[in-house]
């Protein structure tokens, strides 16, 4: 049977990509966004695959009860289907800014994003996942080496892991395998758009990156399409870095 899966941030970026990558491998696409993903789903129906969009502000709780109502609505009408087989947890803010300058706000926009979203995303869709569903949180590498001025971005996403693991635990005796993947630098909006944009900041970073270069986003999104296929079946609890080996 055709897997649904659901994807945040699926306007652009890395959530842009993986919608593509997953419908690229026929998987039907729920393209989660703000602003209501519509153009990547254009983009996926043009090329043959399936997609629909919805609204899903990940750090407004109050939103889930109707972002959910829109989801099941959407796939029972699209694809007479009730369930959801894949939850990709990609949205997330940076907060790139030294201790001095961190605020209260700041961080917990930040972990409202990062850490929050993810976690009650998931909860809303619980009931309405499959046994044996697959669920990835977008991390980052970040969250294993250090660099100037990452310490909140870097907490929530360690957060996230923590959050992985203590999930995958406790959705394994439903099958469903819960893993994260951390992405190192790449070239999207991401941070102003310096790991695209800066000539600067490109060079810095692939030399630290034993592939020699910066992330595209195909190269997450393909990783992402590899752990939740059947090849992956045995994996869950895991961190999957995708970075091209920055500052090993
Ligand atoms: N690019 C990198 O170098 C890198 C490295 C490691 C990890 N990551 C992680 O990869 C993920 C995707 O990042 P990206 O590179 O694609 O960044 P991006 O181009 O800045 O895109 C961020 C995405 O998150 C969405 N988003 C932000 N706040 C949201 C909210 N409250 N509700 C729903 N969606 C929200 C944005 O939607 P709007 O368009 O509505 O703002 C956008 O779709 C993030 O979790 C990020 O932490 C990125």
């Given at each position: 049977m055709?897997?649904?899966?659901?994807?945040?941030?699926?306007?652009?970026?890395l959530?842009?990509?993986?919608?593509?990558?997953?419908?690229?491998?026929?998987?039907?696409?729920?393209?989660?966004?703000?602003?209501?993903?519509?153009?990547?789903?254009?983009?996926?129906?043009?090329?043959?695959?399936?997609?629909?969009?919805i609204?899903?502000?990940?750090a407004?709780?109050?939103?889930?009860?109707?972002?959910?109502?829109?989801?099941?609505?959407?796939?029972r009408?699209?694809?007479?289907?009730?369930?959801?087989?894949?939850?990709?947890?990609?949205?997330?803010?940076?907060?790139?800014?030294?201790?001095?300058?961190?605020?209260?706000?700041?961080?917990?926009?930040?972990?409202?994003?990062?850490?929050?979203?993810?976690?009650?995303?998931?909860q809303?869709?619980?009931?309405?996942?499959?046994?044996?569903?697959?669920?990835?949180?977008?991390?980052?590498?970040?969250?294993?080496h250090?660099s100037?001025a990452?310490?909140v971005?870097?907490?929530s996403?360690k957060?996230?892991?923590?959050l992985?693991?203590?999930?995958?635990?406790?959705?394994?005796?439903?099958?469903?395998?819960?893993?994260?993947?951390?992405?190192?630098?790449?070239?999207?909006?991401?941070?102003?758009?310096?790991?695209?944009?800066?000539?600067?900041?490109?060079?810095?970073?692939?030399e630290?990156?034993?592939?020699?270069r910066?992330?595209?986003?195909?190269?997450?999104?393909?990783?992402?399409?590899?752990?939740?296929?059947?090849?992956?079946?045995?994996?869950?609890?895991?961190?999957?870095?995708v970075?091209?080996?920055?500052?090993?």
């Open positions: 055709t897997r649904i899966a659901l994807v945040t941030g699926a306007n652009r970026g959530g842009r990509a993986t919608a593509l990558a997953l419908a690229r491998n026929r998987i039907r696409v729920v393209a989660a966004s703000r602003g209501g993903a519509s153009e990547v789903v254009d983009e996926i129906v043009e090329s043959g695959g399936e997609a629909i969009a609204q899903l502000d990940v407004d709780l109050p939103s889930l009860e109707a972002a959910r109502g829109a989801v099941l609505a959407g796939i009408q699209e694809w007479n289907a009730s369930t959801l087989d894949v939850l990709v947890n990609n949205a997330g803010v940076g907060l790139f800014a030294p201790l001095g300058d961190v605020t209260a706000e700041d961080f917990d926009a930040t972990f409202a994003v990062n850490v929050r979203g993810p976690l009650f995303v998931t809303a869709f619980l009931p309405h996942l499959s046994d044996g569903a697959r669920i990835v949180n977008v991390s980052s590498s970040l969250s294993r250090v100037p990452t310490s971005y870097a907490a996403k957060a996230l892991e923590a992985t693991r203590s999930l995958a635990l406790e959705l394994g005796p439903r099958g469903i395998r819960v893993n994260s993947i951390a992405p190192g630098p790449t070239a999207t909006d991401f941070n102003g758009g310096a790991m695209r944009d800066s000539d600067a900041m490109r060079e810095a970073l692939s630290q990156t034993a592939l020699g910066v992330g595209d986003p195909d190269d997450i999104a393909d990783a992402i399409s590899a752990l939740v296929s059947h090849e992956f079946r045995w994996a869950t609890g895991e961190r999957i870095e970075s091209g080996g920055v500052l090993l």
